[in-house]
């Protein structure tokens, strides 16, 4: 049985996947770099989420936002999304269209300008995003967990950072982000569809030249904590609770059954927790 992918480095440590795919007619183009809220210093919490918004400003080959949204024109979709832990760049296209979608992520991800011009819009635009969150009560309860079980940690404290640090933000903040953490050792490429022959050659071209080095890490987690946060907001006839515990390694064989576990309790609308609560 043939693989069904194909990972490989470039020599300067990025790292790279390829889906060969020939039966479909699209491709999708990823850049994913491992650094999220986690990786976060408190002072700039929330900054890994803002510089994803800021990327479609304007990059180095593609100075305004109408330039970096030109692939919608090819009919492509294209998006970016941060987590704790993770941030990345994608988008599908037509299978002919491959290298301008590579192009764009790769421009994306590497060689944003954070034009000040745009920085007090996308500022206005972060903050409504995190009024919106207050008003949910299922994004409020979650966030508290965090808290609660992640005191003294990154872990704990919002992707989407808190208002009072956003307000305080800069220019010079970002660029400084970005250079410690986009580096070639936390960069992965990945590519899926109709690949054309070239697909190699290009991906090195365009991602073997960012600089290597490894990126700022993060704290290891102690104990998770213990207590109980009350969020009490008036926003619904309903009442959300959420109670963690701690779980298993990530290489745990165990994890497994601990996933079949979580869809059993909690998953879908015959989970147990649904039929004895709702």
């Given at each position: 049985?043939?693989?069904?992918?194909?990972?490989?480095?470039?020599?300067?440590?990025?790292?790279?996947?390829?889906?060969?795919?020939?039966?479909?007619?699209?491709?999708?183009?990823?850049?994913?770099?491992?650094?999220?809220?986690?990786?976060?210093?408190?002072?700039?919490?929330?900054?890994?989420?803002?510089?994803?918004h800021?990327?479609?400003?304007?990059?180095?080959?593609?100075?305004?936002?109408?330039?970096?949204?030109?692939?919608?024109?090819?009919?492509?979709?294209?998006n970016?999304?941060?987590?704790?832990?993770?941030?990345?760049?994608?988008?599908?296209?037509?299978?002919?269209k491959?290298?301008?979608?590579?192009?764009?992520?790769?421009?994306?991800?590497?060689?944003?300008?954070?034009?000040?011009?745009?920085?007090?819009?996308?500022?206005?635009?972060?903050?409504?995003?995190?009024?919106?969150?207050?008003?949910?009560?299922?994004?409020?309860?979650?966030?508290?967990?965090?808290?609660?079980?992640?005191?003294?940690?990154?872990?704990?404290?919002?992707?989407?950072?808190r208002?009072?640090?956003?307000?305080?933000?800069?220019?010079?903040?970002?660029?400084?982000?970005?250079?410690s953490?986009?580096?070639?050792?936390?960069?992965?490429?990945?590519?899926?569809?109709?690949?054309?022959?070239?697909?190699?050659?290009?991906?090195?071209?365009?991602?073997?030249?960012?600089?290597?080095?490894?990126?700022?890490g993060?704290?290891?987690?102690?104990?998770?904590?213990?207590?109980?946060?009350?969020?009490?907001?008036?926003?619904?006839?309903?009442?959300?609770?959420?109670?963690?515990?701690?779980?298993?390694?990530?290489?745990?064989?165990?994890?497994?059954?601990?996933?079949?576990?979580?869809?059993?309790?909690?998953?879908?609308?015959?989970?147990?927790?649904?039929?004895?609560?709702?």
């Amino acid at each position: 049985m043939s693989k069904s992918f194909e990972f490989y480095r470039l020599k300067n440590g990025v790292r790279v996947v390829l889906v060969p795919m020939s039966g479909v007619k699209s491709v999708g183009v990823g850049v994913y770099v491992g650094t999220g809220s986690r990786h976060e210093t408190e002072k700039v919490n929330g900054i890994s989420h803002f510089l994803e918004h800021m990327v479609f400003k304007g990059t180095k080959k593609f100075p305004t936002p109408a330039d970096t949204s030109y692939l919608e024109g090819l009919g492509a979709i294209q998006n970016a999304w941060t987590d704790v832990d993770a941030t990345a760049y994608w988008c599908k296209l037509p299978s002919d269209k491959w290298r301008e979608g590579l192009e764009m992520v790769k421009e994306l991800a590497l060689y944003p300008t954070i034009p000040s011009k745009d920085l007090e819009i996308e500022r206005g635009v972060i903050l409504e995003e995190i009024q919106r969150r207050n008003d949910r009560p299922d994004e409020l309860v979650a966030e508290g967990l965090q808290a609660v079980m992640f005191p003294n940690s990154a872990l704990g404290r919002p992707t989407l950072g808190r208002p009072e640090i956003i307000k305080g933000l800069c220019r010079a903040d970002f660029l400084r982000y970005h250079q410690s953490q986009y580096r070639s050792a936390n960069v992965v490429v990945s590519l899926a569809g109709n690949l054309a022959s070239s697909v190699k050659r290009s991906v090195a071209d365009w991602f073997g030249k960012l600089p290597e080095g490894k990126a700022r890490g993060f704290e290891k987690v102690g104990k998770v904590g213990r207590g109980l946060k009350i969020v009490n907001k008036k926003l619904a006839n309903q009442a959300h609770v959420e109670l963690g515990v701690q779980g298993v390694n990530v290489t745990d064989p165990r994890r497994f059954a601990l996933t079949i576990l979580t869809s059993y309790l909690g998953q879908g609308l015959s989970s147990r927790l649904f039929m004895e609560l709702r």
